[in-house]
């Protein structure tokens, strides 16, 4: 008999596997970064294939089986908005260019509700404006590295930014912006990555 996890999370890349399978990488909340196989949902007639999208805050369960864990159900809490898809530019790549950081800094399967905390509320920022400005990268690449270890902070204002969650009363000056990607280039050097 199988044990069925339920979490939520953020699917953050996919692969086809085979004629109709396809393996989801996804950050989630009680296991940390999981692959999780859903078999037949690139099948016209998946019941999960509508609940499983991109950069999607999704809710899902699924079973471990011996080699892999398997996907038994998904439904969608929060996608990117409408306007943020549809428009041309830079804001797309900027929510792809933050799901391919956390896969690629994020190894093993552990829970971390910091780094959950983080992403999600970077996410939802994200997600609820149609013009994502221009700070948002360098503060969630810093604030990620600062919950991974690899950025240690002081006391200070520009320090307290990196630490919080906050994402709505921030107004980010020149300099910050110039720190921040400085930081970010440093701690990058540091993991090695």
């Keep these: 008999?199988?044990?069925?996890?339920?979490?939520?999370?953020?699917?953050l890349s996919s692969r086809d596997v085979g004629e109709a399978d396809r393996i989801y990488t996804?950050?989630?909340?009680?296991?940390?970064?999981?692959?999780?196989?859903?078999?037949?949902?690139?099948?016209?007639?998946?019941?999960?294939?509508?609940?499983l999208n991109l950069y999607s805050f999704i809710r899902i369960s699924f079973v471990e089986g011996r080699d892999f864990l398997r996907l038994?159900?998904?439904?969608?809490?929060?996608?990117?908005?409408?306007?943020?898809?549809?428009?041309?530019?830079?804001n797309i790549y900027i929510v792809g260019r933050a799901s391919s950081f956390i896969e690629r800094m994020i190894r093993g399967q552990e829970k971390d509700e910091a780094l959950w905390?983080?992403?999600h509320s970077g996410f939802h920022y994200l997600y609820s404006f149609s013009m994502i400005p221009q700070f948002?990268?360098?503060?969630?690449?810093?604030?990620?590295?600062?919950?991974?270890?690899?950025?240690?902070?002081?006391?200070?204002?520009?320090?307290?930014?990196?630490?919080?969650?906050?994402?709505?009363?921030?107004?980010?000056?020149?300099?910050?912006?110039k720190n921040l990607e400085k930081i970010y280039a440093e701690s990058l050097t540091?993991?090695?990555?």
Excluded: C
């Design 72 to 90: 038994t159900d998904s439904e969608e809490i929060m996608q990117p908005s409408l306007d943020l898809l549809l428009q041309a530019g830079e």
């Design 26 to 51: 996804i950050y989630s909340k009680d296991f940390g970064k999981i692959s999780v196989f859903a078999k037949g949902v690139r099948l016209e007639k998946s019941k999960l294939r509508g609940y």
């Design 190 to 193: 540091a993991s090695q990555l």
């Design 117 to 119: 905390n983080t992403i």
């Design 136 to 177: 948002f990268e360098p503060l969630f690449n810093a604030r990620l590295l600062h919950r991974l270890g690899y950025v240690s902070v002081q006391k200070g204002a520009f320090d307290e930014m990196i630490m919080k969650d906050d994402w709505e009363s921030l107004s980010i000056s020149d300099t910050d912006h």
């Design 1 to 11: 008999m199988y044990n069925i996890h339920h979490t939520e999370g953020i699917i």
